[in-house]
């Protein structure tokens, strides 16, 4: 089984960088996921992919969010990151990290979320 935890500050100041980290944690025998999203929902608002890292190392972001978003990872501690600069009210939101065999979905493995508040 694959197991996701999010983590990073709960408030961010307008304009500033949201910087997430997912932790995934596995046992043995638990599968190889070729993706590792970031994915938000903002109140009021669907689900809305924001951007993956691959196993490969190759990245991939939507593309409204593209300029202000960065995704990497620390392989040594089965970590990846989001960082999303000059954050507005209109990032705030769940943030959850997911994994999954194709980029596109299904999205197999979900973190529980965590809350981010973005204020002046």
């Known amino acids: 089984q694959v197991q996701l935890q999010e983590s990073g500050p709960g408030l961010v100041k307008l304009s500033q960088t949201l910087s997430l980290t997912c932790t995934v944690s596995?046992?043995?025998?638990?599968?190889?996921?070729?993706?590792w999203s970031w994915i938000r929902q903002s109140p009021g608002k669907e689900l809305e992919w924001m951007g993956a890292?691959?196993?490969?190392?190759?990245?991939y972001y939507k593309s409204s969010v593209r300029s202000r978003t960065a995704i990497s990872r620390d392989t040594s501690k089965n970590q990846f990151t989001l960082q999303l600069k000059s954050a507005t009210p209109e990032d705030t939101g769940a943030y959850y990290c997911?994994?999954?065999?194709?980029?596109?979905?299904?999205?197999?493995?979900w973190g529980q979320g965590t809350q981010v508040t973005v204020s002046s």
């Open positions: 890292i691959a196993y490969s190392g190759s990245t």
């Open positions: 596995s046992g043995s025998g638990s599968p190889n996921l070729n993706y």
């Open positions: 997911v994994g999954s065999y194709h980029l596109e979905g299904p999205y197999n493995f």
